[in-house]
């Protein structure tokens, strides 16, 4: 157990829909980061946010959104859902502070999106 | 362009022998910490070593090791003494910088035989 919690494990909607997936961080984490997995594009990096600011962005698309709150769990907002949204979405953390040290990204079991 | 190059698909092994998974990156950032991370079946994804750019000597943790060649930009995982519960996908990724995310290759799948 990586310490990382995800909420919902699957999640199964329509075409056009909205979903908002839900992280809580490991203790002490101050550094949260979204990943996608599916099968064509493997895994990749969407965002990250660090101490409730966007840190660094990947291949977030436009209809994807994230925001950190005030307690540092994170949302990832997914909206006009297409077939090709269906994936494996990965939470992770990270203590997140910037100095010279491994910090490590622990991951969460994951959110399985099917979009039907 | 693809950063994280793991030319393995599959690859089998037999229990109790040491394997070794390929990984090959590119960065022109001085400042970057290469990552093994092993995917069971179950999906989580777990941390299981850690390479910065500035480490002198390979990282160990148990029974993997990470055979680092920076000029050859090469980060390949070596697992001793292999076992069952060993078969699982595997990940390299790289970050570059601090505070970012990681890019990833495509995983190679281990298979360890009785």
């Known amino acids: 157990d990586s310490g990382v919690t995800q909420t919902p494990k699957h999640l199964i909607t329509a075409t056009g829909q909205r979903v908002t997936l839900r992280c809580s961080p490991r203790?002490?984490?101050?550094?949260v980061y979204w990943y996608q997995q599916s099968l064509d594009q493997g895994l990749q990096f969407l965002i990250q946010y660090y101490n409730g600011e966007e840190r660094a962005k990947g291949n977030i698309l436009e209809r994807f959104s994230a925001q950190q709150f005030p307690d540092l769990h994170s949302e990832l907002n997914l909206s006009s859902l297409e077939l090709g949204d269906s994936a494996l979405y990965f939470c992770?953390?990270?203590?997140?502070?910037?100095?010279?040290?491994?910090?490590?990204?622990?991951f969460g079991p994951g959110t399985r999106l099917t979009v039907l | 362009a693809q950063k994280i190059t793991q030319t393995q698909p599959g690859m089998f092994v037999q229990e109790k022998e040491a394997v070794t998974l390929d990984c090959t990156y590119d960065t022109s950032d001085q400042s970057y910490g290469l990552f093994w991370y092993k995917q069971p079946s179950s999906g989580e994804m777990i941390f299981l070593i850690y390479?910065?750019?500035?480490?002198?000597q390979n990282a160990t943790e148990g029974r993997y090791s990470l055979n680092f060649q920076k000029a050859r930009k090469s980060a390949n995982l070596v697992i001793s003494a292999s076992q069952l519960g060993d078969s699982a996908m595997y990940f390299c990724?790289?970050?570059?910088?601090?505070?970012?995310?990681?890019?990833f290759g495509a995983g190679t799948r281990l298979t360890v035989k009785p």
């Open positions: 390479q910065g750019s500035y480490d002198e």
């Open positions: 203790s002490g984490d101050l550094s």
């Open positions: 990724a790289m970050r570059e910088g601090m505070m970012n995310g990681m890019r």
């Open positions: 992770a953390s990270s203590v997140g502070r910037n100095i010279r040290t491994t910090d490590t990204q622990y």
